[in-house]
Protein backbone atom coordinates (compact mmCIF):
# COMPACT_ATOMS: atom_id res chain seq x y z
CA UNK A 1 0.00 0.00 0.00
CA UNK A 2 1.57 3.59 -0.95
CA UNK A 3 -0.55 6.31 1.71
CA UNK A 4 0.04 10.20 0.60
CA UNK A 5 1.17 12.67 2.87
CA UNK A 6 3.55 9.86 4.36
CA UNK A 7 7.27 10.21 5.53
CA UNK A 8 9.56 12.96 7.15
CA UNK A 9 7.86 16.42 7.24
CA UNK A 10 10.75 18.57 5.87
CA UNK A 11 10.61 22.41 6.04
CA UNK A 12 12.59 24.59 2.94
CA UNK A 13 15.22 24.81 5.02
CA UNK A 14 16.17 21.52 5.67
CA UNK A 15 14.37 21.55 9.54
CA UNK A 16 12.78 17.95 10.27
CA UNK A 17 9.46 17.88 12.52
CA UNK A 18 8.91 16.10 15.22
CA UNK A 19 6.41 13.48 14.27
CA UNK A 20 3.97 13.97 17.35
CA UNK A 21 3.51 17.97 16.58
CA UNK A 22 2.78 17.27 13.13
CA UNK A 23 0.32 13.94 14.63
CA UNK A 24 -1.34 16.98 16.95
CA UNK A 25 -1.73 19.48 13.69
CA UNK A 26 -3.31 16.96 11.46
CA UNK A 27 -5.46 15.77 14.58
CA UNK A 28 -6.83 19.03 14.79
CA UNK A 29 -7.62 20.02 11.04
CA UNK A 30 -8.90 16.80 11.31
CA UNK A 31 -11.59 17.72 13.78
CA UNK A 32 -12.08 20.99 12.00
CA UNK A 33 -13.39 19.11 8.47
CA UNK A 34 -15.34 16.76 10.35
CA UNK A 35 -16.96 19.73 11.72
CA UNK A 36 -17.25 21.46 8.66
CA UNK A 37 -19.74 18.19 7.42
CA UNK A 38 -22.61 19.07 9.78
CA UNK A 39 -23.32 21.85 7.53
CA UNK A 40 -25.05 19.91 5.10
CA UNK A 41 -28.03 19.40 7.44
CA UNK A 42 -28.07 23.02 8.75
CA UNK A 43 -29.77 26.23 7.20
CA UNK A 44 -27.05 28.09 8.59
CA UNK A 45 -23.35 27.78 7.01
CA UNK A 46 -20.00 29.45 6.67
CA UNK A 47 -19.45 31.00 3.41
CA UNK A 48 -16.92 28.32 2.65
CA UNK A 49 -14.90 25.42 3.69
CA UNK A 50 -11.93 27.59 3.90
CA UNK A 51 -13.11 30.60 6.03
CA UNK A 52 -14.37 27.92 7.90
CA UNK A 53 -11.24 26.02 8.73
CA UNK A 54 -8.99 29.43 9.03
CA UNK A 55 -11.61 30.89 11.72
CA UNK A 56 -11.26 27.06 13.92
CA UNK A 57 -7.51 26.80 13.31
CA UNK A 58 -6.89 30.35 14.59
CA UNK A 59 -8.96 30.00 17.42
CA UNK A 60 -6.54 26.59 17.82
CA UNK A 61 -3.53 28.58 17.64
CA UNK A 62 -4.74 31.46 19.71
CA UNK A 63 -5.11 28.25 22.78
CA UNK A 64 -1.85 27.17 22.04
CA UNK A 65 1.12 28.10 23.99
CA UNK A 66 4.07 26.46 22.31
CA UNK A 67 5.20 25.94 18.07
CA UNK A 68 2.74 28.75 17.30
CA UNK A 69 4.71 29.41 13.66
CA UNK A 70 5.65 25.73 13.02
CA UNK A 71 1.88 25.00 13.57
CA UNK A 72 1.36 27.70 11.02
CA UNK A 73 3.24 26.33 8.83
CA UNK A 74 2.34 22.95 8.98
CA UNK A 75 -1.75 24.16 8.71
CA UNK A 76 -0.02 25.79 5.20
CA UNK A 77 0.89 22.28 4.20
CA UNK A 78 -2.38 21.05 4.72
CA UNK A 79 -4.14 23.66 3.20
CA UNK A 80 -2.45 22.92 -0.01
CA UNK A 81 -3.23 19.54 -0.14
CA UNK A 82 -6.62 19.96 0.61
CA UNK A 83 -6.34 21.62 -2.54
CA UNK A 84 -4.94 18.81 -4.42
CA UNK A 85 -7.55 16.30 -2.78
CA UNK A 86 -9.97 18.56 -3.81
CA UNK A 87 -8.88 20.01 -7.26
CA UNK A 88 -9.29 23.85 -6.54
CA UNK A 89 -7.44 26.50 -6.64
CA UNK A 90 -8.36 28.20 -3.04
CA UNK A 91 -10.21 26.58 -0.23
CA UNK A 92 -12.52 29.41 -0.28
CA UNK A 93 -14.22 27.94 -3.43
CA UNK A 94 -15.60 25.05 -1.59
CA UNK A 95 -19.16 25.32 -0.35
CA UNK A 96 -18.98 24.71 3.20
CA UNK A 97 -22.83 23.28 3.01
CA UNK A 98 -22.21 20.53 0.47
CA UNK A 99 -18.82 19.47 2.30
CA UNK A 100 -20.79 16.69 4.11
CA UNK A 101 -22.24 15.30 1.02
CA UNK A 102 -19.75 13.05 -0.30
CA UNK A 103 -19.67 9.91 1.18
CA UNK A 104 -16.35 8.19 1.70
CA UNK A 105 -14.79 4.82 1.29
CA UNK A 106 -12.23 2.58 1.22
CA UNK A 107 -9.05 4.50 0.09
CA UNK A 108 -5.26 3.86 -0.56
CA UNK A 109 -6.56 1.11 -3.41
CA UNK A 110 -3.82 -0.18 -5.43
CA UNK A 111 -4.55 -2.34 -8.31
CA UNK A 112 -2.01 -5.38 -9.23
CA UNK A 113 -1.52 -4.27 -13.17
CA UNK A 114 -1.86 -0.98 -12.60
CA UNK A 115 -5.05 1.67 -13.04
CA UNK A 116 -5.30 0.64 -17.11
CA UNK A 117 -6.01 -2.94 -16.02
CA UNK A 118 -9.27 -1.32 -14.58
CA UNK A 119 -10.33 0.41 -18.23
CA UNK A 120 -8.65 -2.82 -20.30
CA UNK A 121 -11.13 -4.90 -18.04
CA UNK A 122 -14.39 -2.45 -19.05
CA UNK A 123 -13.19 -2.77 -23.04
CA UNK A 124 -13.01 -6.65 -22.79
CA UNK A 125 -16.25 -7.18 -21.57
CA UNK A 126 -17.84 -4.82 -25.18
CA UNK A 127 -17.26 -6.26 -28.49
CA UNK A 128 -14.81 -4.18 -30.55
CA UNK A 129 -17.40 -2.94 -33.21
CA UNK A 130 -18.86 -0.30 -30.54
CA UNK A 131 -15.83 1.40 -30.40
CA UNK A 132 -15.21 4.20 -33.15
CA UNK A 133 -11.72 5.53 -32.69
CA UNK A 134 -9.98 9.00 -33.96
CA UNK A 135 -13.47 10.15 -34.33
CA UNK A 136 -13.57 12.84 -31.42
CA UNK A 137 -16.82 14.69 -31.38
CA UNK A 138 -16.95 18.55 -32.40
CA UNK A 139 -20.60 19.46 -32.01
CA UNK A 140 -24.22 17.92 -30.74
CA UNK A 141 -26.93 18.89 -32.03
CA UNK A 142 -30.34 18.71 -31.06
CA UNK A 143 -33.44 20.41 -31.32
CA UNK A 144 -37.55 19.90 -30.20
CA UNK A 145 -38.51 19.18 -33.70
CA UNK A 146 -36.03 16.24 -34.43
CA UNK A 147 -36.23 12.61 -33.17
CA UNK A 148 -32.72 12.15 -33.32
CA UNK A 149 -29.65 14.05 -31.82
CA UNK A 150 -26.37 14.47 -34.30
CA UNK A 151 -23.35 13.79 -33.70
CA UNK A 152 -20.20 15.69 -35.98
CA UNK A 153 -16.69 14.47 -35.58
CA UNK A 154 -13.83 16.21 -36.32
CA UNK A 155 -13.11 13.83 -39.43
CA UNK A 156 -16.19 14.27 -41.39
CA UNK A 157 -18.31 11.36 -39.73
CA UNK A 158 -21.77 12.13 -38.74
CA UNK A 159 -23.93 10.09 -36.47
CA UNK A 160 -27.40 10.47 -36.18
CA UNK A 161 -28.55 9.05 -32.24
CA UNK A 162 -31.58 8.15 -30.76
CA UNK A 163 -29.89 8.91 -26.77
CA UNK A 164 -26.98 10.29 -26.11
CA UNK A 165 -24.69 10.04 -23.46
CA UNK A 166 -21.75 12.30 -23.12
CA UNK A 167 -19.16 11.94 -20.44
CA UNK A 168 -17.08 14.34 -21.18
CA UNK A 169 -15.35 16.48 -17.58
CA UNK A 170 -17.12 19.40 -16.48
CA UNK A 171 -13.72 21.19 -17.60
CA UNK A 172 -14.56 20.58 -20.97
CA UNK A 173 -17.76 22.00 -21.04
CA UNK A 174 -17.44 24.87 -18.82
CA UNK A 175 -14.51 25.21 -21.52
CA UNK A 176 -17.02 24.78 -24.95
CA UNK A 177 -20.17 26.59 -24.93
CA UNK A 178 -20.30 25.59 -28.22
CA UNK A 179 -20.52 22.07 -28.05
CA UNK A 180 -24.68 21.80 -27.46
CA UNK A 181 -26.11 23.37 -30.71
CA UNK A 182 -28.42 24.70 -29.89
CA UNK A 183 -26.83 25.22 -26.12
CA UNK A 184 -28.43 23.02 -23.16
CA UNK A 185 -30.98 24.29 -20.99
CA UNK A 186 -30.64 27.42 -18.78
CA UNK A 187 -30.92 24.67 -15.77
CA UNK A 188 -27.82 22.56 -16.85
CA UNK A 189 -26.02 25.39 -18.45
CA UNK A 190 -26.05 27.43 -14.96
CA UNK A 191 -25.24 24.26 -12.72
CA UNK A 192 -21.87 23.98 -15.60
CA UNK A 193 -21.35 27.36 -15.02
CA UNK A 194 -22.08 27.34 -10.81
CA UNK A 195 -19.14 24.22 -10.45
CA UNK A 196 -15.77 24.19 -10.21
CA UNK A 197 -13.15 22.76 -12.01
CA UNK A 198 -9.92 22.75 -11.49
CA UNK A 199 -6.27 21.10 -11.77
CA UNK A 200 -4.36 19.17 -9.76
CA UNK A 201 -0.62 17.33 -11.26
CA UNK A 202 1.37 14.11 -10.56
CA UNK A 203 5.40 14.09 -11.56
CA UNK A 204 6.71 10.21 -11.77
CA UNK A 205 10.42 11.02 -10.90
CA UNK A 206 12.02 7.48 -12.24
CA UNK A 207 15.61 6.59 -10.64
CA UNK A 208 17.92 4.04 -11.67
CA UNK A 209 18.50 2.69 -7.81
CA UNK A 210 16.53 4.13 -4.79
CA UNK A 211 18.22 6.28 -3.09
CA UNK A 212 15.97 7.17 -0.15
CA UNK A 213 15.09 5.47 3.11
CA UNK A 214 11.97 6.61 4.11
CA UNK A 215 8.26 6.66 3.27
CA UNK A 216 7.74 10.22 1.64
CA UNK A 217 9.06 13.70 2.07
CA UNK A 218 5.98 16.27 3.06
CA UNK A 219 7.68 19.57 1.90
CA UNK A 220 6.64 22.47 4.54
CA UNK A 221 7.76 26.32 3.79
CA UNK A 222 8.71 29.23 6.09
CA UNK A 223 6.51 31.71 4.80
CA UNK A 224 9.11 34.47 4.41
CA UNK A 225 11.29 31.91 1.92
CA UNK A 226 11.51 33.92 -1.53
CA UNK A 227 11.95 31.64 -4.89
CA UNK A 228 13.27 33.19 -8.38
CA UNK A 229 10.08 33.81 -10.26
CA UNK A 230 10.70 30.49 -12.38
CA UNK A 231 10.99 28.22 -9.38
CA UNK A 232 8.11 29.40 -7.71
CA UNK A 233 5.62 26.56 -8.86
CA UNK A 234 7.85 24.21 -6.09
CA UNK A 235 6.12 25.45 -3.42
CA UNK A 236 2.87 24.18 -4.17
CA UNK A 237 4.36 20.99 -4.27
CA UNK A 238 2.68 19.15 -1.06
CA UNK A 239 5.89 16.33 -1.26
CA UNK A 240 6.58 12.92 -3.06
CA UNK A 241 5.36 9.79 -1.91
CA UNK A 242 7.05 6.49 -2.54
CA UNK A 243 4.86 4.52 -5.04
CA UNK A 244 3.19 0.73 -4.46
CA UNK A 245 5.48 -2.13 -6.54
CA UNK A 246 7.66 0.86 -7.76
CA UNK A 247 10.70 1.14 -5.28
CA UNK A 248 12.59 3.38 -7.44
CA UNK A 249 9.89 5.70 -8.52
CA UNK A 250 8.74 8.64 -6.42
CA UNK A 251 5.49 10.41 -6.63
CA UNK A 252 5.20 14.83 -6.53
CA UNK A 253 1.74 16.22 -5.80
CA UNK A 254 0.87 19.89 -6.85
CA UNK A 255 -1.94 22.25 -6.20
CA UNK A 256 -3.32 25.59 -7.02
CA UNK A 257 -1.20 28.04 -8.95
CA UNK A 258 1.72 25.14 -9.41
CA UNK A 259 -0.23 22.99 -11.86
CA UNK A 260 -0.43 25.65 -15.13
CA UNK A 261 3.08 26.58 -14.06
CA UNK A 262 4.68 23.12 -13.97
CA UNK A 263 2.83 22.13 -16.76
CA UNK A 264 4.12 24.57 -19.41
CA UNK A 265 7.84 23.44 -18.71
CA UNK A 266 9.35 20.86 -20.09
CA UNK A 267 9.39 17.71 -18.49
CA UNK A 268 13.75 18.13 -18.33
CA UNK A 269 12.73 21.21 -16.56
CA UNK A 270 10.21 19.40 -14.25
CA UNK A 271 13.05 16.87 -13.19
CA UNK A 272 15.59 19.42 -12.85
CA UNK A 273 13.68 22.25 -10.50
CA UNK A 274 12.19 18.79 -8.61
CA UNK A 275 16.22 17.75 -7.85
CA UNK A 276 17.08 21.16 -6.94
CA UNK A 277 14.33 21.27 -4.15
CA UNK A 278 15.28 18.01 -2.87
CA UNK A 279 18.43 18.82 -2.03
CA UNK A 280 17.70 21.76 -0.57
CA UNK A 281 15.35 20.42 1.57
CA UNK A 282 18.30 17.35 2.70
CA UNK A 283 20.93 19.59 2.12
CA UNK A 284 22.80 17.08 0.30
CA UNK A 285 23.32 15.73 -3.33
CA UNK A 286 20.80 13.10 -5.02
CA UNK A 287 20.84 11.46 -8.34
CA UNK A 288 18.97 13.15 -10.97
CA UNK A 289 16.02 10.72 -11.86
CA UNK A 290 16.60 8.91 -15.21
CA UNK A 291 13.14 9.43 -16.88
CA UNK A 292 10.24 12.28 -15.58
CA UNK A 293 6.49 11.49 -16.01
CA UNK A 294 3.96 14.21 -15.18
CA UNK A 295 0.57 15.00 -16.25
CA UNK A 296 -0.87 17.34 -18.34
CA UNK A 297 -4.40 17.35 -17.72
CA UNK A 298 -5.18 21.10 -16.97
CA UNK A 299 -3.92 21.75 -20.26
CA UNK A 300 -5.44 18.90 -22.31
CA UNK A 301 -8.40 19.91 -24.71
CA UNK A 302 -10.35 17.31 -23.38
CA UNK A 303 -9.77 17.68 -19.69
CA UNK A 304 -9.12 20.89 -18.71
CA UNK A 305 -8.08 19.96 -15.13
CA UNK A 306 -8.61 17.19 -12.51
CA UNK A 307 -12.15 16.62 -11.24
CA UNK A 308 -15.30 18.77 -9.74
CA UNK A 309 -15.93 21.06 -6.76
CA UNK A 310 -19.14 22.12 -5.45
CA UNK A 311 -18.61 25.75 -4.80
CA UNK A 312 -20.43 28.29 -3.09
CA UNK A 313 -22.03 29.41 -5.84
CA UNK A 314 -23.98 26.13 -5.99
CA UNK A 315 -25.37 27.12 -2.94
CA UNK A 316 -27.01 30.35 -4.30
CA UNK A 317 -28.14 28.77 -7.69
CA UNK A 318 -29.06 25.59 -5.60
CA UNK A 319 -27.22 23.67 -8.41
CA UNK A 320 -24.61 20.56 -8.17
CA UNK A 321 -24.35 16.96 -9.41
CA UNK A 322 -27.85 16.06 -9.03
CA UNK A 323 -28.98 18.94 -11.56
CA UNK A 324 -26.10 18.41 -14.17
CA UNK A 325 -27.34 14.70 -14.43
CA UNK A 326 -30.94 15.90 -15.10
CA UNK A 327 -31.97 14.33 -18.73
CA UNK A 328 -32.79 16.84 -21.64
CA UNK A 329 -35.82 15.52 -22.70
CA UNK A 330 -37.78 15.73 -25.82
CA UNK A 331 -41.10 15.28 -25.12
CA UNK A 332 -40.66 11.96 -23.10
CA UNK A 333 -37.76 10.80 -24.52
CA UNK A 334 -34.37 11.25 -22.63
CA UNK A 335 -32.10 12.81 -25.75
CA UNK A 336 -29.19 13.96 -24.11
CA UNK A 337 -28.38 12.75 -21.18
CA UNK A 338 -24.43 13.85 -19.11
CA UNK A 339 -22.43 11.05 -17.17
CA UNK A 340 -18.97 11.18 -15.10
CA UNK A 341 -17.96 12.06 -11.90
CA UNK A 342 -19.30 15.43 -12.00
CA UNK A 343 -22.81 14.24 -11.63
CA UNK A 344 -22.73 11.95 -8.74
CA UNK A 345 -23.70 13.93 -5.91
CA UNK A 346 -22.15 11.63 -3.35
CA UNK A 347 -18.99 10.08 -5.13
CA UNK A 348 -18.01 13.42 -7.36
CA UNK A 349 -14.31 13.17 -8.30
CA UNK A 350 -13.99 9.34 -8.47
CA UNK A 351 -13.86 6.80 -10.74
CA UNK A 352 -16.16 4.77 -9.07
CA UNK A 353 -18.24 7.97 -8.92
CA UNK A 354 -18.13 8.10 -12.39
CA UNK A 355 -19.01 4.53 -13.29
CA UNK A 356 -22.03 4.54 -11.08
CA UNK A 357 -23.45 8.01 -13.24
CA UNK A 358 -23.06 6.22 -16.70
CA UNK A 359 -24.85 3.14 -15.30
CA UNK A 360 -27.43 4.96 -14.03
CA UNK A 361 -28.41 7.20 -16.98
CA UNK A 362 -28.04 3.69 -19.13
CA UNK A 363 -31.18 2.78 -16.88
CA UNK A 364 -32.30 5.80 -17.23
CA UNK A 365 -33.17 5.14 -20.82
CA UNK A 366 -33.56 1.09 -20.70
CA UNK A 367 -36.37 1.98 -18.43
CA UNK A 368 -37.88 4.18 -20.94
CA UNK A 369 -37.23 1.66 -24.03
CA UNK A 370 -39.56 -0.96 -21.52
Known amino acids: MSEEGSGLYIRDDGFVFDSALVNEVNFELRKITLECEKFVNEGSFPTSVGNFIQEKFE ?7 SALEMKKELYDWHIKFLLVDNSCCSLQDLSAKEWGRYITGPEHVNL ?7 VDLLISMLPTEVFKYNSSVSKVCWSKDKDYARLHCVNGEVYDCDHVIVTLSLGFLKHSPNFFQPQLPCRLSVTISSMGFYGIAKIFLIYDDKWWNTNGFQIVWRRNTKLHKSRNWIRYITGFDVVYN ?15 AMEELS ?11 LEMILNKSVPNPSKVIRTKWMSSPW ?12 DKTKTGPLTLSEPVFVGDVPRILLAGEACNAKHFSTTHGAFESGQIQAQRILDYLK
Open 59 to 65: AYIERGA
Open 112 to 118: KNGYKSL
Open 246 to 260: QPNVLLGWVSGEGVP
Open 267 to 277: EADVGKHCTEL
Open 303 to 314: IRGGYCHITPQC
